[in-house]
């Protein structure tokens, strides 16, 4: 299929379903690709994938009394964030094991109550996997009013919650509310997955979390260019994923996240600074054939170069 066929079903009234789709993985691509930034600068992937299995007992909540999928979602997800974020406070037991516990009690509880519904392994598949049809009005509106929030507390807290990323313990003997802060980040992961569900699914959300900021992240040593090129990235992906899906008949959430994947490999081979072939193709040392120190070369530990770097 052409891009100028794609783009007249684009606006064939009888294709409705189409142009929604688009929208909303777009939006929640743009949104996952901020939030995800701070996943991945804090070390955090694991939270986006408990989020994620998180908000099923929701979703299969809504389902059974035919209400909201994203407002379910939300609210399960946000309850199971706050409980990590409660009981991650008891150094006893490390935040990754808190999470594995309530990730696979959460999954666990949404399976049990989404099979007693009617037809429910056709809807599991499709909570699982994605899907670009049946997407109502008033779930394109809501991911679109979710986003905006999402991106205003972002701004809002910007500073903050890089400081939190780079160095907890620093931030508490500056006085900044960590426990709060870490609430807040969680809900928003939490948001930034569940409004990516129905394009995406469940299984293959955290990719959308993760692979485009992880892909900017070798792009750029600056945060702020960073949170630019990631949502960039990954409404991209969403755009050309949801092009190929509808040319080759291909899954819409696997066919998103694999060309994510892709600009992900072409950042790791070709990136101007670190892409594995830019650096094979300079000199030993980083020295240019005149002994000079070429562009991007730094010494020094890689922990404080990317502490450093990360919040120009």
Known sequence: MSITDFLTDLLNPDLAFLPKALAIAVMSSIVCG?????????????????VAHAVFPGIAVAFVLQGSLVLGGAV????????????????????????????VAAFALGIVIISQAPGYAGSLQQFLFGSITGIPDRDLYLVGGTGLVILGLV?????????????????????????WLDI???????????????TIGNILVLALLITPAAAARLLTDRLGVMMLLAPLVGGVSATVGLYLSWSYDTPVGGTIVLVATAVFLAAWLFAPRHGLLTRRWRRPGGA??????????????????????AVR
């Open 34 to 50: 901020v939030v995800g930034c701070y996943v991945v600068l804090r070390g955090m992937a694991f939270i986006g994938d408990a």
């Open 288 to 309: 240019d054939p005149t002994g000079h120190p070429q562009p991007g070369f730094r010494s020094g530990p890689a922990h404080t170069r990317d502490a450093s770097t």
């Open 184 to 198: 807040v980040l969680y809900v928003l992961v939490t948001l930034a997955v569940v409004i990516s569900l129905q």
């Open 76 to 103: 399960a997800g946000i309850a199971t964030a706050l409980l990590i974020a409660i009981f991650s406070q008891n150094r006893r037991v490390k935040e990754d094991s808190l999470i594995g516990v309530f990730l």
């Open 155 to 179: 701004l809002a807290l910007h500073k903050e919650f890089v400081a939190v990323c780079l160095d907890r313990e620093m931030s508490r003997s500056m006085g900044l509310p960590v426990f």
